[in-house]
């Protein structure tokens, strides 16, 4: 059997081809949005959307897989978001993670650039909602220690939980 006699045989099946996992986006609704307050609906299949809570707070949701073609669009949002808070105290952004079923490198990466940049301004980006396979991700990199992390949106807000972070 030659190889290419080999391959007719396999005519509908398809070679193995390296991709990102790109799923469909769940769609869902912010709560309390602000006027003025927008999301954003990339072609790259990441949706970004934020809430005003407080003068100094907002939420973002993001759903989504965030990749190597999705982490640029992400810090570029946060960074963005935070820059619009109104106040010159603390300003703090709280990343609702509920639908985000895979985060990669890229991902952490866009997040510690993001945390560089708004820390620097004094601001903190506090997690949401994180599945248990990125916090696991999280923990072995060390970056629980760089951002609280809370279960849910509400806990984050109220401030009741203990995030997870060492020092």
């Given at each position: 059997?030659?190889?290419?006699?080999?391959?007719?045989?396999?005519?509908?099946?398809?070679?193995?081809?390296?991709?990102?996992?790109?799923?469909?986006?769940?769609?869902?609704?912010?709560?309390d949005?602000?006027?003025?307050?927008?999301?954003?609906?990339?072609?790259?299949?990441?949706?970004?959307?934020?809430?005003?809570?407080?003068?100094?707070?907002?939420?973002?949701?993001?759903?989504?897989?965030?990749?190597?073609?999705?982490?640029?669009?992400?810090?570029?949002?946060?960074?963005?978001?935070?820059?619009?808070?109104?106040?010159?105290?603390?300003?703090?952004?709280?990343?609702?993670?509920a639908?985000?079923?895979?985060?990669?490198a890229?991902?952490?990466?866009?997040?510690?650039?993001?945390?560089?940049?708004?820390?620097?301004?004094?601001?903190?980006?506090?997690?949401?909602?994180?599945?248990?396979?990125?916090?696991?991700?999280?923990?072995?990199?060390?970056?629980?220690?760089?951002?609280?992390?809370?279960?849910?949106?509400?806990?984050?807000?109220?401030?009741?939980?203990?995030?997870?972070?060492?020092?």
């Amino acid at each position: 059997m030659t190889e290419d006699s080999g391959r007719a045989g396999r005519a509908g099946r398809r070679p193995p081809e390296v991709r990102c996992r790109a799923g469909a986006v769940r769609a869902f609704a912010v709560p309390d949005a602000a006027p003025g307050v927008s999301g954003a609906h990339g072609d790259d299949g990441l949706r970004i959307e934020t809430s005003r809570v407080g003068a100094g707070t907002a939420v973002v949701a993001v759903a989504g897989e965030i990749d190597l073609r999705t982490a640029g669009p992400l810090r570029d949002r946060l960074v963005e978001t935070h820059g619009r808070l109104p106040g010159t105290g603390p300003r703090r952004l709280v990343a609702d993670f509920a639908a985000v079923p895979f985060c990669d490198a890229a991902g952490l990466g866009a997040l510690v650039a993001a945390h560089n940049q708004i820390s620097a301004d004094g601001g903190e980006i506090a997690l949401a909602g994180v599945r248990p396979a990125q916090l696991r991700l999280l923990m072995i990199t060390g970056l629980h220690r760089l951002f609280a992390i809370h279960r849910d949106v509400e806990a984050a807000l109220s401030g009741h939980d203990s995030p997870t972070r060492s020092g």
